[in-house]
């Protein structure tokens, strides 16, 4: 079993930057492929970026490529979601998200285990 706790949401102008963890509690943390979804008001849940239990495989949503980083550090159970140039319509909830295995995935139906979210708003 996996609990997922993220933390570094926040208020930030337009072209700014947060990087958000996501704190991951059980000894297995390394045998999980880990995941970051957001979701807006009104809107269905979409995949942001993911990565391997390795960190050998690294996917992002189109959106996203070039400006996200996702990373994970084994050692300290966290997976990080670094965001550059925000834009107002990423304004939403992120969410960390984890699945057993090696190999990664895009849909939220293919993990198992959720954090509460971390609101993430960016003005314009």
């Known amino acids: 079993q996996v609990q997922l706790v993220e933390s570094g949401g926040g208020l930030v102008q337009a072209g700014g930057s947060l990087r958000l963890s996501c704190a991951a509690s059980?000894?297995?943390?390394?045998?999980?492929?880990m995941g970051w979804f957001r979701q807006a008001p009104g809107k269905e849940r979409e995949f942001v970026a993911a990565i391997s239990w390795s960190s050998g495989n690294t996917y992002y949503a189109d959106s996203v490529k070039g400006r996200f980083t996702i990373s994970r550090d084994n050692a300290k159970n966290t997976v990080y979601l670094q965001m550059n140039s925000l834009k107002p319509e990423e304004t939403a909830v992120y969410y960390c998200?984890?699945?057993?295995?090696?190999?990664?995935?895009?849909?939220?139906?293919?993990?198992?285990?959720w954090g509460q979210g971390t609101q993430v708003t960016v003005s314009s």
């Open positions: 059980g000894r297995t943390f390394s045998s999980y492929a």
């Open positions: 998200a984890a699945r057993p295995g090696v190999t990664v995935a895009t849909t939220p139906w293919e993990y198992n285990h």
